[in-house]
């Protein structure tokens, strides 16, 4: 089984350029979530998309950051303009849904530098 | 609001140390937690999880993890480390019924062969 995949692994950008990451999940998860991680500090929860709605977008930094879920399968996360305080590593996570709770698994992330 | 401590930012060890990362959160209801891992160039990776029951858990790779409620905490363990286990540890925490996890900073450990 396929895991959640992240493209582009790495990218470099100039400030006020645009970059769009996008994540493919695990086939059937319908949940998939955007985490992100700057530099030397803690991973933060960024949103949440159950299949095409976004569930909650309360870890969005600011309006530079749009997350879209067409369709309900892959996620992009578009920063327009970038800025040098976005540099860090962006995870995609995915899950199907468990009462309980479960288990969601991560992408590799895509690592970001804003120059 | 919601907060994971982990106390040790790099840690250094020889093969077959025993080791112990910390963890402590601040939150005062039911939660669920968890340790992950990182190692170099890979996604992070689920070590072990507790939802409730027995406060021991036991994962995968020889790893082990206590809950103890009263301290809030959920400190790692591993009785005999290996080169191997060179990794980012990350522990973090979240309600039950939702994956919107409140993580640490990670711990960076490095195994001295």
């Known amino acids: 089984e396929a895991g959640v995949t992240q493209f582009p692994s790495h990218s470099v950008i100039e400030k006020g350029q645009t970059v769009t990451l996008r994540c493919d999940p695990i086939s059937g998860h319908d949940n998939l979530y955007w985490y992100r991680r700057v530099m030397g500090k803690e991973i933060k929860f960024l949103l949440h998309?159950?299949?095409?709605?976004?569930?909650?977008e309360s870890g969005m930094p600011n309006n530079r950051f749009l997350a879209e879920r067409t369709g309900g399968t892959y996620s992009t996360l578009k920063v327009q303009p970038a800025e040098l305080e976005d540099s860090g590593v962006y995870f995609c996570?995915?899950?199907?849904?468990?009462?309980?709770?479960?288990?969601?698994?991560f992408g590799e992330g895509s690592w970001l530098t804003v120059v | 609001a919601q907060s994971v401590s982990q106390h040790n930012h790099h840690v250094i060890l020889s093969e077959a140390a025993s080791l112990e990362l910390g963890c402590n959160y601040s939150y005062g209801g039911t939660v669920n937690l968890f340790w992950y891992v990182q190692y170099p160039g890979q996604h992070l990776q689920l070590l072990l999880k507790y939802f409730s029951g027995d406060p021991l858990v036991k994962g995968i790779k020889g790893f082990e993890a206590e809950f103890i409620k009263s301290k809030f905490s959920f400190n790692l363990r591993k009785p005999s480390v290996q080169w191997s286990d060179t990794a980012e540890y990350f522990c973090?925490?979240?309600?039950?019924?939702?994956?919107?996890?409140?993580f640490g900073t990670g711990t960076r450990l490095k195994v001295l062969a």
């Open positions: 996570a995915s899950t199907t849904w468990a009462p309980g709770g479960n288990t969601i698994y």
């Open positions: 973090a925490v979240g309600q039950p019924g939702t994956y919107k996890y409140i």
């Open positions: 998309f159950v299949k095409e709605s976004k569930q909650d």
